[in-house]
């Protein structure tokens, strides 16, 4: 796990570099932080699908919004991004997770 956390972190403070130098170009960065999203990734890599809808359904007991997400939940995270709306944010996370940061998951 060390490699992939270290490789967050490292998204992380480049998302923050990035926006701050850039900014004078009114070019915005941000990053969008993704929870659980039901994707094959899984199945990708051997596991059957009955494990995988179970590993995915146990999500919908825990996660505050009472369910994993989806593909489309991320897409429309960045289409908010990329839109006129969000003109004043830069340097900064999205983080479509249904609650789990906020809920300690």
Do not use: W
């Amino acid at each position: 796990m060390a490699p992939y956390c270290m490789a967050k972190c490292a998204m992380d403070m480049f998302t923050k570099c990035m926006a701050s130098e850039l900014a004078t170009k009114r070019i915005r960065i941000n990053s969008v932080v993704p929870g659980m999203v039901r994707t094959d990734c899984l199945l990708a890599i051997g596991v059957s699908q009955t494990d995988s809808d179970k590993h995915f359904e146990s999500y919908t007991n825990i996660l505050p919004v009472g369910r994993y997400g989806q593909p489309q939940d991320i897409a429309d995270s960045i289409l908010y991004l990329a839109s006129d709306h969000a003109q004043y944010i830069n340097g900064t996370f999205i983080m479509p997770d249904g609650g789990a940061v906020a809920g300690n998951i």
